[in-house]
């Protein structure tokens, strides 16, 4: 099946993944779908996340089950959406429901240098995937609304976070505990032990979407110098077949393997940087369509319906918890987790990827309409 029938056929049947609550998960797909659209310029992708996220935001931008005293840091990425639909539909709620989520983060529980808790039940502690879910938002808050202090906060927070969970390897662990209180943090540093290939690709798309809404001046020198860095590893650690491996930097882990979210979200992230020419663009260009081609023709499978799904994700990890249910930041708890299909997680950063991939050969619609299949 080609890509565009798949994505299609996946936003058609696809149901609000927490039971309509606003959620990240949600949003992994509506940044999918507008992408798609900037593409493309096919209105089936606007008519579909119109379908999808106008039963979430009230007509008095109140968002479905959101209540930002949880200082969960995964429903800010949902919201970065909101700013073309506002601009696009003149309609005021989705304006009001983005100021909700800039309030939250103006009371959002911070570590000590600066850097928002993960969540409220997670005190102290920074994960990659939470850089993704909050700070490209509040920069296009920031650019929305003239308020470049906020753009200044988002930068130091990614300079801080990324000291704090650097290996010596060039990459980066999953998370940081400022209290070194939790089981999974090294209690010297805070860090936890593992480079989790999905954490890596919440941070690569990150920065990669950080450096595309700002200029290239002396304030984004040291993060673009980052970015460089971590995708010339992130490249170098690519398997022969495309992919890239759960637990990423090591090869000769028994049990580890090639993982479809994480391909999808460095696919990604090579493609845009090097669309825009941020850097390293012929090696990018090769690699990240090497990844999608893969993803393309190897993981996307019918099922015993018939139904293509994209295989070989793993559904969710994460790092502590509570009693009975904690996860220990190993090598090997990362590859105990759950191996699903078509998740948010993977299905969404894959149609990033394609619709970057699209843009970078300057199509314009030339897949076709999927409207009529």
Request: net charge negative; aromatic share 10%.
């Amino acid at each position: 099946m080609d890509p565009i029938t798949y994505f299609d056929q996946y936003a058609r049947r696809y149901t609000p993944y927490k039971g309509g609550s606003w959620c990240y998960e949600d949003g992994c797909i509506y940044r999918g779908l507008r992408l798609l659209f900037e593409a493309t310029g096919e209105g089936y992708w606007t008519a579909h996340l119109h379908r999808l996220i106008d039963r979430q935001v009230a007509s008095d931008g109140t968002l479905l089950g959101y209540d930002p005293a949880e200082y969960n840091i995964d429903h800010i990425l949902a919201g970065r959406v909101l700013f073309p639909l506002a601009a696009e539909t003149g309609d005021g709620r989705y304006k009001t429901a983005a100021d909700q989520l800039a309030s939250q983060l103006e009371t959002h529980p911070r570590i000590l240098a600066g850097n928002y808790w993960h969540k409220q039940r997670y005190p102290h502690q920074v994960w990659l995937d939470g850089l993704y879910m909050g700070l490209p938002f509040q920069i296009e808050y920031a650019l929305a609304t003239g308020n470049s202090a906020l753009i200044v906060d988002a930068l130091r927070q990614f300079e801080t976070a990324l000291a704090r969970t650097a290996t010596a390897k060039g990459l980066y662990v999953h998370g940081y505990d400022d209290s070194r209180k939790q089981s999974w943090a090294d209690p010297i540093t805070g860090k936890s032990s593992t480079v989790w290939a999905r954490a890596v690709g919440w941070l690569a798309m990150a920065l990669v979407d950080t450096l595309a809404l700002l200029p290239n001046d002396k304030a984004t020198g040291a993060l673009r110098l980052n970015t460089n860095r971590l995708l010339d590893e992130v490249m170098a650690r690519q398997t022969p077949s495309g992919f890239w491996l759960q637990v990423l930097d090591e090869p000769d882990l028994a049990g580890n393997y090639e993982e479809s979210s994480a391909s999808a979200m460095f696919a990604y992230a090579l493609l845009r940087y090097a669309r825009l020419g941020l850097a390293q663009a012929d090696r990018a260009i090769v690699a990240g369509r090497r990844a999608l081609e893969a993803l393309i023709s190897g993981r996307l499978v019918a099922d015993d319906q018939g139904i293509t799904r994209l295989t070989t994700i793993v559904g969710v990890a994460g790092l502590g918890g509570f009693e009975g249910n904690y996860r220990d930041g190993s090598p090997g708890y990362y590859l105990s987790e759950q191996v699903v299909a078509d998740d948010a997680k993977g299905v969404g950063p894959l149609m990033m990827a394609f619709a970057e991939d699209q843009l970078l050969r300057g199509a314009t619609g030339r897949q076709g309409s999927a409207s009529s299949r």
